[in-house]
């Protein structure tokens, strides 16, 4: 299947599953944010911690998780990949999510006067609040998303630059968890190993099944 095909190849099923499934998870996250069901434990500091300093413009680094997190699906044209992606990405929020419920973290509260930042970290910081903090399910969607574009790189034979890309994009978002507070070295951490475990289930599930990529 050439770059094209793949490219329009289920553009709908892409644009609104990938659509729906954001929207439906961010209302479920807030949700359990807002309403613990058990004390809420502040995540400890690290020695990493004390080397990320406070970098407001990576603020928007951060928000383009929700443009990395659909690159993946732009190089796969079966639709039985785009559903086990999918179904990765479920199985990680569901896990995530679980987590929360049951042991509900924040990040410790920095001493820091918020409104003497930029509007747009002061509104971050006063919409997502520094609950649901670990795992770091933004690191995790992050991990994810790096790991299937490269698979998916090598499937379609992608150049060297758009590897490079991937990877210099992808650490970028999970350092802009540190660098803009909103997490702590071990959510960070954990946030890479629920990334990694949920791809290689992922991984497991589309050798079995042979699917074709």
């Not at 990576?58 to 179904?87: D, E, H, K």
């Not at 990405?89 to 995530?96: S, T, V, Y």
């Not at 919409?127 to 903090?133: D, I, P, T, Y």
Request: glycine share 6%.
């Amino acid at each position: 299947m050439s770059w094209k095909q793949r490219l329009v190849a289920h553009f709908w099923l892409k644009a609104i599953g990938e659509t729906m499934a954001i929207t439906l998870f961010m209302v479920v996250y807030f949700y359990v944010m807002r309403n613990p069901l058990f004390p809420v434990r502040v995540m400890p500091l690290m020695t990493p911690d004390h080397w990320a300093p406070l970098l407001p413009w990576t603020t928007w680094v951060y928000f383009s998780l929700w443009i990395y997190i659909c690159i993946p699906t732009v190089f796969m044209g079966a639709r039985q990949v785009l559903w086990n992606y999918f179904l990765g990405a479920l199985l990680m929020a569901i896990i995530g999510l679980g987590v929360f419920v049951g042991y509900p973290t924040m990040a410790p509260p920095f001493d820091i006067d918020w409104d003497q930042y930029p509007a747009w970290l002061s509104f971050m910081k006063g919409e997502e609040m520094a609950g649901n903090a670990c795992p770091s399910m933004h690191v995790s969607y992050t991990v994810l998303a790096a790991l299937w574009t490269t698979w998916m790189l090598r499937v379609v034979k992608g150049p060297g630059w758009l590897h490079a890309l991937n990877i210099v994009w992808g650490l970028a978002i999970v350092v802009s968890t540190m660098t803009t507070k909103q997490h702590v070295f071990i959510d960070v951490a954990l946030g890479v190993l629920l990334g990694v475990m949920v791809f290689a289930i992922n991984m497991y599930c589309v050798r079995r099944a042979r699917v074709a990529l």
